[in-house]
């Protein structure tokens, strides 16, 4: 049973961006609302557009301080460098980020209050935003204040935050590493890929020990492995926690024509990474299931990677809608014998000592 679908939207999104020349460029999220909008996705019956507001300040101090934000609202208007390079500021984007941390947080309201089953906020996904610093074109961290905004609003106790970015999501996993929050990241990982961290022995420490799980992939990995991975590692972890909302980093950086990650990723693998999580959501938490953007600097197989993964949560799929189909990509990618021998190992290693872990806390909780 599927109920409406929210995709949000605002157009201070678009003063998310830091030039003609840089790979994020926001128009892939109104490309995505394009392709929905003409496929009837949005038509008020099983899913619309939500227009959301720009986050309250006190809801954004929950995860990163005043000073700090003050710090970015300066270097913004000043046209500044946020961090070490890769993400200058600009006068709009400070507005651009409040109205993506806000569209999260207006996500998760929706959902907590029945007002929709499930979210998009193709704006968010910002996993890289430290509480005081700003990295690889990530400003304020989305996730984590909409996480924040859960708990101290719904009394949340159990939050699933999967991230299926191609990069490792870094700035979730070190804001929820001492907390019973679960983080999931499947990412590319190796020797100088950006931002470095994200291997399988960082568990997580304290109160959050076990609730931390990387899947660090090489190169070249297929819609196949991914997949596999996904099953073996993420599902039945999701499954032990028992979530009461799932939120899922959706960035598509890891398609196979995205020009920074090299993973090799296609349309019909993200269909079903979200048809899987979705389906998750319904048997675990009611069908509270807030996905947001990230990554993709493919433009044209982001916005069509993101259009298909919502039509699906709309209630449409590829297998009895011809236009859908349309959007998928004609080439299947096959990983290297090398490749799967590392994923392999990769599953064999968190089978045998993430899993268990949830499962035990799980058991004791
Ligand atoms: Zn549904
Ligand atoms: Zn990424």
Redesign the pocket.
């Known amino acids: ?3 409406a ?1 929210a995709f949000l939207y605002n157009d201070d999104f678009m003063l998310y961006q830091f030039g003609p020349r840089h790979p994020f460029q926001p128009v892939r999220e109104k490309m995505a609302m394009d392709a929905l909008l003409s496929l009837g996705s949005l038509d008020g019956s099983s899913g619309k557009v939500v227009v959301p507001a720009s986050v309250d300040m006190e809801q954004l101090y929950s995860v990163h301080p005043r000073e700090f934000v003050a710090d970015v609202e300066r270097t913004c208007l000043a046209s500044g460098m946020l961090d070490q390079g890769d993400t200058p500021g600009n006068p709009g984007l400070f507005t651009g980020a409040l109205s993506a941390v806000g569209a999260s947080v207006r996500g998760v309201q929706g959902i907590m209050t029945g007002e929709f ?2 979210a998009f906020n193709p704006a968010g996904g910002l996993h890289h935003a430290h509480p005081t610093s700003v990295s690889g074109f990530c400003v304020f961290n989305d996730i984590a204040v909409a996480v924040r905004y859960l708990q101290r609003e719904h009394g949340l106790e159990r939050i699933a935050v999967v991230d299926t970015d191609g990069h490792h999501g870094d700035g979730t996993e070190s804001i929820f590493y001492r907390e019973s929050v679960l983080t999931i990241s499947l990412h590319r990982f190796g020797r100088g890929f950006f931002p470095g961290s994200g291997s399988m022995e960082d568990r997580g420490e304290d109160e959050g020990r076990g609730y931390n799980i990387n899947l660090p992939l090489p190169a070249g990995t297929d819609d196949n492995l991914y997949l596999q991975a996904y099953r073996a590692i993420a599902v039945p972890a999701l499954r032990a926690y028992q979530p009461e909302i799932i939120i899922h980093q959706f960035g598509v950086d890891g398609h196979y024509r995205d020009p920074l990650v090299g993973l090799g990723l296609t349309t019909r693998g993200y269909a079903e990474l979200s048809r899987i999580t ?1 389906g998750i ?2 048997e675990t938490c009611d ?1 509270r ?1 807030m996905v947001v953007g990230g990554g993709g600097y493919n433009i044209d197989a982001t916005s069509r990677s993101w259009a298909i993964m919502f039509a699906g ?1 709309s ?1 449409r799929s590829a297998e009895d809608d011809g236009r859908i189909a349309a959007l998928h990509d004609q080439e299947q990618l096959m990983s290297p014998e090398a490749v799967a021998t590392e994923v392999d190992r990769v599953i064999r290693r968190q089978e045998e000592a993430a899993i268990p872990m949830v499962e035990k806390l799980i058991r004791f909780a």
Do not use: I, K, V
Request: hydrophobic share 30%.
């Open positions: 049973m599927t109920g679908a089953e499930h979705h959501a319904h069908g299931y949560l209630g």
